[in-house]
């Protein structure tokens, strides 16, 4: 079946702009995590969605960054004036909650340049 | 929230089996024990999970010791594409905060 999808797959963008990064998870999956990955780093939780539940955004680095979920299903994570710093590969995984250990399923990432 | 220590990087030779241990001292009861291998420019990847002793499947082999403060991930015969970063993950289902994915382990397989 489908992955996740993650669209723009490549972001250009000038510094102060704001972006929109789209994350499609797996049909019927009801968790939704979005990372993100600097070059040759880990990946660094920014928020998670489950359910109806009010998200974990625990992991925000800034109030420039914000996340929502429509209908259980698509989200999309914006980033408001962007900086440089920002500049990663942000990534998007869903997992099922019927699978009891919460195998996370990633998607491709976007790639975020800021100038 | 366990914490999760690895080495940063290993290297092998195609043909031999690796092994990369995971440390976690502050496991919990209910936490399950995740890997997930990553390749450039692509999202992480699971292989294999598994709470204690020894989990096998058609990719990997997961040891656990008894008291579930680190575990070994085996991989067995390894070739160049098996060149990635290995993440260990420590967590409980629902858990959001199991998300510490940390630095991962770079395996370099040379021929």
């Known amino acids: 079946g489908a992955g996740v999808s993650q669209s723009p797959s490549n972001k250009v963008t000038e510094k102060g702009k704001d972006v929109e990064l789209r994350c499609d998870p797996i049909?019927?999956?009801?968790?939704l995590y979005w990372y993100r990955q600097s070059l040759g780093q880990g990946l660094e939780f920014l928020i998670y969605?489950?359910?109806?539940?009010?998200?974990?955004k625990s992991g925000l680095p800034s109030d420039r960054f914000s996340a929502e979920r429509t209908g259980g299903s698509v989200s999309t994570l914006t980033i408001q004036r962007t900086q440089q710093e920002d500049s990663a590969v942000y990534l998007c995984?869903?997992?099922?909650?019927?699978?009891?250990?919460?195998?996370?399923?990633f998607g491709p990432g976007t790639r975020l340049t800021v100038l | 929230l366990a914490k999760t220590t690895q080495p940063i990087s290993m290297d092998s030779y195609e043909g031999q089996e690796v092994n990369i241990t995971c440390s976690h001292n502050?496991?919990?009861?209910?936490?399950?024990i995740t890997w997930y291998q990553q390749f450039p420019s692509q999202g992480p990847r699971f292989i294999i999970q598994?709470?204690?002793t020894k989990v096998t499947n058609e990719v990997a082999s997961l040891f656990i010791p008894a008291d579930r403060k680190s575990s070994t991930l085996s991989l067995p015969r390894v070739s160049l594409s098996d060149t990635a970063v290995y993440y260990c993950?420590?967590?409980?289902?629902?858990?959001?905060?199991?998300?510490?994915f940390g630095s991962g382990t770079q395996l370099t397989v040379l021929p």
């Open positions: 049909s019927g999956h009801t968790a």
């Open positions: 598994g709470y204690k």
């Open positions: 502050n496991i919990a009861t209910n936490d399950y």
């Open positions: 995984a869903s997992s099922s909650r019927r699978e009891r250990t919460d195998t996370q399923y």
């Open positions: 969605f489950q359910g109806n539940s009010a998200p974990d």
């Open positions: 993950l420590v967590g409980s289902s629902g858990s959001a905060r199991q998300l510490t």
